[in-house]
């Protein structure tokens, strides 16, 4: 069965950072791409960065190119995403997703099996 846990969102200030991971299980993480997505209140869910299975490429958008950075640990299974630099307009619920039947992809619908979510929040 696959699933998704992310953890590592909370309450940061601008300018500051964070690492948010994706823990995966049922699933082999390194054959596989896990994309990171996000949403606002109110806004479609955004997608922000994907680090391909097959050779470990990797996205970006261009909101956050330069300041995100996506990685993965192959022996704990688990995907990060390093957040910083941050800004008001960053504050969303962020998602990993993974798909088993292609690769990255920018669109949710890319994507077949989703974690539950982790805030992150940036304010003063």
């Known amino acids: 069965q696959v699933q998704l846990v992310e953890s590592g969102g909370g309450l940061v200030q601008p300018g500051g950072s964070l690492r948010l991971s994706c823990a995966a299980s049922g699933f082999t993480l390194d054959y596989y791409p896990i994309g990171w997505f996000r949403q606002a209140p109110g806004k479609e869910r955004e997608g922000v960065s994907c680090?391909?299975?097959?050779?470990?490429?990797?996205y970006y958008s261009d909101s956050v190119r330069g300041r995100f950075t996506i990685s993965r640990d192959n022996a704990k299974n688990t995907a990060y995403l390093h957040v910083s630099s941050l800004k008001p307009e960053d504050t969303a619920v962020y998602y990993c997703a993974t798909t088993l039947t292609s690769g990255c992809s920018d669109s949710p619908y890319g994507y077949d099996y989703w974690g539950q979510g982790t805030q992150v929040t940036v304010s003063s």
């Open positions: 680090i391909s299975g097959s050779d470990g490429s990797t």
